[in-house]
């Protein structure tokens, strides 16, 4: 029997998970079977299920990608002196986070955003979910601290206020603004960093 190859195994699980990603961005967790996430990759449910026992193990999986490369693009900041302004990091991780678009009828739309708001709602009943988020929020607000205590020591931002608290408002930043993109309207990334850049230039009344 021929062996098959880590890339060929790899390039399987991906295709589950994105297909997965998409169903429930779609219909939403609870009204997504695993009917439709093997109809939607195109697999035997044998396939499937090598990879993950069900939606539970999916959407984990699902979660715990997303932290992870957003995590790793924070951190890969922390690296640089004076780290980038929170424009242009906000910037960087939704563009990463939102590069993945499924076709809804009247053009192409970013799919995360729907998918996020699933996410939470699960996390009120599944407590494995839950950990995983706050695990990944963790991580992901330590590498926040991190680059704020890089502008302060820059002279960038005011030492005075506790690096936790800007990191946790830009992470509510980045967070609010995908909610917006899932419940409302469609506006470019570039719409936050301008918000962000107008906030940023205030200064005490003339």
């Given at each position: 029997?021929?062996?098959?190859?880590?890339?060929?195994?790899?390039?399987?699980?991906?295709?589950?998970?994105?297909?997965?990603?998409?169903?429930?961005?779609?219909?939403?967790?609870?009204?997504?079977?695993?009917?439709?996430?093997?109809?939607?990759?195109?697999?035997?449910?044998?396939?499937?299920?090598?990879?993950?026992?069900?939606?539970?193990?999916?959407?984990?999986?699902?979660?715990?990608?997303?932290?992870?490369?957003?995590?790793?693009?924070?951190?890969?900041?922390?690296?640089?002196t004076p780290p980038p302004p929170p424009d242009v990091l906000i910037g960087r991780a939704l563009t990463q986070v939102l590069s993945s678009r499924t076709d809804e009828g009247d053009g192409e739309v970013p799919y995360f955003p729907r998918l996020m708001l699933q996410v939470w709602a699960e996390t009120m009943?599944?407590?494995?979910?839950?950990?995983?988020?706050?695990?990944?929020?963790?991580?992901?607000?330590?590498?926040?601290?991190?680059?704020?205590?890089?502008?302060?020591?820059?002279?960038?931002?005011?030492?005075?206020?506790?690096?936790?608290?800007?990191?946790?408002?830009?992470?509510?930043?980045?967070?609010?603004?995908?909610?917006?993109?899932?419940?409302?309207?469609?506006?470019?990334?570039?719409?936050?960093?301008?918000?962000?850049?107008?906030?940023?230039?205030?200064?005490?009344?003339?």
């Open positions: 029997m021929a062996r098959v190859s880590q890339e060929h195994l790899d390039a399987r699980r991906r295709q589950i998970l994105d297909g997965a990603a998409l169903c429930f961005a779609r219909n939403g967790f609870h009204a997504t079977s695993m009917q439709d996430v093997l109809k939607e990759v195109g697999l035997s449910a044998g396939a499937v299920y090598r990879y993950f026992r069900g939606k539970e193990e999916l959407i984990g999986a699902i979660v715990g990608e997303v932290l992870e490369r957003i995590q790793g693009t924070f951190e890969a900041a922390v690296d640089e009943r599944n407590d494995e979910l839950a950990t995983v988020m706050r695990d990944g929020y963790t991580r992901v607000r330590a590498a926040w601290v991190k680059i704020v205590e890089g502008y302060q020591a820059a002279g960038m931002m005011r030492a005075d206020i506790p690096a936790d608290h800007v990191a946790r408002a830009m992470i509510g930043a980045a967070q609010g603004f995908a909610a917006q993109l899932a419940l409302f309207d469609e506006v470019p990334v570039e719409a936050l960093q301008d918000g962000l850049r107008g906030l940023m230039s205030m200064g005490k009344p003339q």
